[in-house]
């Protein structure tokens, strides 16, 4: 199956508390799974990526946690600022075909309050 | 700023018409994708190509097609044109063919009347 499911579909948050956005996909095959950060207007951008060989990343106030047995991953937002408030894409490639299609989840909209 | 560019911003058709719409990717990159957002389907993957030739088909209309110049630029053509292809239609670019980063350009804004 090619899918990526993410939940939940948007999020409110105060500023200074954690955010944490799921996904969860089917295909094992995957071995690439990036985080994308979309605001108003603008095209998604790279926000962090894992590979399977790692069970965590960490770049800055953003992580990354995954799960291979589960096949669930996970972004976390330390600290969360207004200025995090954005539509977030989890996503996944690399499947069978090696033909580099990239499957998105569906978007999580971040509020942070101020 | 992602290095990417497209063009045109904006664009506002009738149905039954065609359209093509342009992306340029990053210095050095000869991967490019297009991907079609719409409120209701999220990012969806419609080809990609690379160095000029064709890589992977995902869900593209057959009124749709695509293609990548030697200058590594490519055009997106959609034709016969419906009210339900109004979307957001994005473009991005990546060094290899690989399961590595893209960057994606700012968008074509595509609204049918």
């Known amino acids: 199956q090619q899918q990526v499911k993410q939940s939940p579909q948007s999020l409110i948050v105060q500023k200074g508390g954690i955010s944490i956005i799921n996904c969860a996909y089917e295909n094992t095959a995957f071995d690439y799974f990036p985080w994308y950060q979309q605001f108003p207007g603008k095209g998604p951008a790279l926000l962090i990526a894992?590979?399977?060989?790692?069970s965590e990343k960490k770049e800055g106030r953003f992580t990354i946690s995954f799960n291979k047995s589960a096949k669930q991953f996970s972004l976390h937002i330390m600290d969360s600022q207004p200025g995090d408030s954005a539509t977030y894409f989890c996503?996944?490639?690399?499947?069978?075909?090696?033909?580099?299609?990239?499957?998105f989840g569906k978007g999580t909209r971040l509020h942070i309050l101020p | 700023d992602s290095g990417v560019t497209q063009t045109p911003k904006h664009l506002i058709t009738a149905t039954g018409q065609r359209v093509t719409l342009r992306c340029s990717p990053r210095?050095?990159?000869?991967?490019v994708y297009w991907y079609q957002q719409s409120l209701d389907q999220g990012l969806q993957f419609l080809i990609q190509y690379y160095n000029g030739e064709e890589r992977a088909k995902g869900n593209i209309l057959e009124r749709f097609s695509a293609q990548q110049f030697p200058d590594l630029h490519s055009e997106l053509n959609l034709s016969s044109l419906e009210l339900g292809d109004s979307a957001l239609y994005f473009c991005?670019?990546?060094?290899?063919?690989?399961?590595?980063?893209?960057?994606f350009g700012p968008g074509t804004r595509l609204t049918v009347t």
């Open positions: 210095s050095g990159d000869l991967s």
């Open positions: 996503a996944a490639s690399g499947g069978l075909n090696r033909d580099d299609k990239i499957i």
């Open positions: 894992i590979r399977p060989d790692v």
């Open positions: 991005a670019s990546s060094v290899t063919s690989g399961s590595d980063e893209q960057y």
